[in-house]
Nanobody, 124 residues
């Protein structure tokens, strides 16, 4: 089993930056793909970015060029650096992990096996 714990959410002004973190514990050796998703009130959860075991990344069009996903394997930590934040980025952000299989070309929540509890990002 794998546990994911996010942190770093906060309230910021438009144009500001935040860095989210997600610490993985448990059977982390099995994880091949990790990602960030978000869910705004009244909306469906959407994929934000993914990163493969080899470091390959994929981004939703809405965040490309503003957000950067990265990971520190030694610390079992996933990051999401968010710059130039907009009010429409306001959402609960979730970390997710997929076992054994590399990330696909699309960011699909159904592909992920483990989820964190979420961290709130509010942009005003």
């Amino acid at each position: 089993h794998v546990q994911l714990v996010e942190s770093g959410g906060d309230s910021v002004q438009a144009g500001g930056s935040l860095r989210l973190s997600c610490v993985a514990s448990g059977y982390t050796y099995s994880l091949s793909c990790m990602g960030w998703f978000r869910q705004a009130p009244g909306k469906e959860r959407e994929g934000v970015a993914t990163i493969d075991r080899d470091g390959s990344t994929n981004y939703a069009a809405s965040v490309k060029g503003r957000f950067t996903i990265s990971k520190d394997n030694a610390k079992n930590t996933l990051y999401l650096q968010m710059n130039s934040l907009k009010p429409e980025d306001t959402a609960m952000y979730y970390c997710a992990a997929r076992r054994w299989v590399y990330c696909g070309p699309s960011i699909n929540q159904a592909d992920f096996d483990y989820w964190g509890q979420g961290t709130q990002v509010t942009v005003s």
